[in-house]
């Protein structure tokens, strides 16, 4: 019964190039949460999607940050022309019916990327 | 999110029991209690949730006050692994993200 599945877990980039990262989440969970932790800090959620869809977005940087959850595969964030401040652990959710508020978030073991 | 009070850390002994508070005065009726913990260097556990009576489950126990203004997170015998950062957190009318605050570093003398 595989858990939420992150990849890469290590991921090194030089400032001004792309970071992809990407989450499977569990097996019939079809919501998926994005969640950044800068060292020595807390959680802070970022954005919740559905398939195909983005329900919120408010925990997002308004530039260079965008997440997908398409139809097949993965979810993905994307973050463009990476800066030092984006080193961080991304960490993704998924939940089986987010529709109330009473449903667990099960979490991968996260990326961490350094950015050079 | 209504906001919650945790201690920064607390010690205990391993196989003792350990009682982590939470303190939420300002918890809505429709709040649901939940509580996750972070191990070093791996991502957030789920542990247990509740509304209003108190809960039980493999990992802990979860004891609710009447009021449902505080909490109680209950390891009952408290083992090395248990070491980590726990968080209470308050999740209302809906299916947002979760809202992380410091949570409290539980130590665990052997």
């Known amino acids: 019964n595989a858990g939420v599945m992150q990849n890469p877990r290590h991921l090194v980039r030089r400032r001004g190039q792309e970071a992809r990262l990407r989450c499977s989440p569990m097996k019939g969970h079809s919501h998926v949460y994005w969640y950044r932790q800068l060292p020595e800090e807390g959680l802070k959620f970022m954005v919740y999607?559905?398939?195909?869809?983005?329900?919120?977005e408010s925990g997002m940087p308004k530039e260079r940050f965008s997440a997908e959850f398409p139809k097949e595969g993965p979810s993905i964030l994307r973050i463009q022309q990476v800066v030092r401040g984006d080193s961080a652990a991304y960490f993704c959710?998924?939940?089986?019916?987010?529709?109330?508020?009473?449903?667990?978030?099960?979490f991968g073991d996260g990326t961490r990327l350094s950015i050079l | 999110d209504a906001k919650t009070t945790q201690p920064n850390s607390m010690e205990s002994n391993e196989e003792e029991p350990v009682h982590l508070p939470c303190n939420h005065s300002?918890?809505?009726?429709?709040?649901?209690i939940h509580w996750y913990r972070q191990l070093p260097s791996q991502g957030p556990e789920y542990v247990i949730h509740g509304l209003t009576s108190n809960v039980n489950n493999r990992m802990a126990s979860l004891a609710i006050a009447e009021d449902r203004k505080s909490s109680t997170l209950i390891l009952h015998r408290a083992t090395l692994r248990d070491a980590a950062v726990y968080y209470c957190?308050?999740?209302?009318?809906?299916?947002?993200?979760?809202?992380f605050g410091k949570g409290t570093h539980l130590i665990i003398q052997p």
């Open positions: 957190i308050l999740r209302g009318g809906g299916a947002d993200g979760l809202t």
């Open positions: 999607l559905q398939k195909e869809n983005i329900i919120d």
């Open positions: 300002t918890i809505s009726g429709t709040d649901y």
């Open positions: 959710a998924s939940s089986r019916n987010s529709l109330y508020s009473n449903q667990p978030q099960h």
